[in-house]
């Protein structure tokens, strides 16, 4: 039960940090594209390379359906057949901004924590490092502290 809480505590710390990222880089995007979305759609190239359509899809799915007993608001998303997610109108319909920005957490949240579970933290931090290049996550995820810490 402790190493799932801290799992969670890890998770949650780097969405946090990848949308952080994306909210910054998409000031200068399409407006009623959340963070969120954008993160999902930059880790699902190099997803789809390791694991395939299905297994990114399924993975995904499955953040999806964990994220969603958090946030109920979710129900509206989906995930099309190339590993995409839909609904982002009907989020923004039913929503507040606070509440769909807080279901895009949850949702990135669950993903990474998936990551972190089937290819370890090692290849998670390397995935994220590859596709945000200009973020600094060179640290590792602590197992005590449920945080990226630098290493040196």
Do not use: Y
Request: proline share 3%; glycine share 10%; charged share 25%.
């Amino acid at each position: 039960m402790e190493k799932e809480i801290v799992s969670l505590l890890e998770s949650r710390h780097l969405a946090e940090r990848l949308l952080a990222k994306e909210a910054v880089t998409g000031e200068n995007s399409e407006p009623t594209e959340s963070a969120a979305f954008r993160v999902c759609a930059k880790l699902r190239g190099p997803l789809i390379t390791l694991a395939g359509v299905a297994g990114f899809r399924s993975l995904l799915s499955r953040a999806l359906t964990l994220a969603r007993a958090e946030a109920p608001s979710l129900g509206a998303i989906q995930v099309a057949a190339d590993g995409s997610l839909r609904g982002l109108d009907e989020l923004a319909s039913q929503t507040d901004k606070e509440q769909a920005r807080d279901g895009g957490a949850i949702l990135i949240a669950q993903l990474i924590g998936l990551l972190l579970t089937f290819i370890g933290e090692g290849l998670t931090l390397r995935l994220v490092q590859d596709v945000w290049p200009e973020a600094t996550f060179d640290g590792r995820v602590s197992e005590k502290r449920g945080k990226l810490e630098r290493t040196r």
